[in-house]
């Protein structure tokens, strides 16, 4: 099943598609700026979905247990990665990060083991920070890792 988010849309809400268990991509349009907490929380077939250069902020867990989303590009404008976003999206195989990214939240991206980070290095010493330390993972001195 796709779901194409209707143009003038500008929030995806709390919980919008969550569990849907039949869907496989998600098109959503240039007018969205903001997709809330668990929007598409546990959407296990959802494979493909495309985040819009408008998107400035992604909520907890938006995309958290989406088994099979095997890539994502995070826009330029999201500037933090919060709690549990794509945690449990064991099938991530590339993730495209922003070099404006200035922070990752510890949970972010547990149980993503076979991705390969784009755009901003990232060390198995800081996925390990990212995974198991409390707080936020800082990226303000970014021009040290790339």
């Known amino acids: 099943m796709d779901l194409v988010i209707p143009d003038g849309v500008d929030v ?18 240039d007018s969205v700026i903001m997709i809330e907490k668990n929007a598409f929380y546990s959407c296990p077939y959802l494979r493909k979905v495309n985040l819009p250069d408008s ?6 867990w938006a995309f958290g247990f989406c088994f099979s989303l095997k890539e994502v590009k995070v826009p330029k404008n999201v500037n933090c990665l919060p ?37 901003v290095t990232l060390d198995a010493e800081m996925l390990e920070k990212i995974n198991y330390e409390d707080g936020w993972w800082d990226l303000k001195p970014i021009e040290k890792y790339e």
Not at 13 to 26: D, I, P, Q
Not at 55 to 60: E, M, Q
Request: aromatic share 6%; net charge positive.
């Open 55 to 60: 998107l400035v902020s992604i909520g907890p």
């Open 83 to 119: 709690e549990g976003v794509f945690a449990g999206c064991s099938s991530l195989r590339k993730v495209v990060l922003p070099k404006s990214l200035r922070s990752i939240h510890r949970s972010a991206f547990i149980d993503v083991k076979e991705a390969k980070f784009e755009g």
């Open 12 to 29: 995806i809400g709390f919980g919008a598609a969550r569990s849907l268990r039949m869907l496989e991509t998600v098109v959503i349009p």
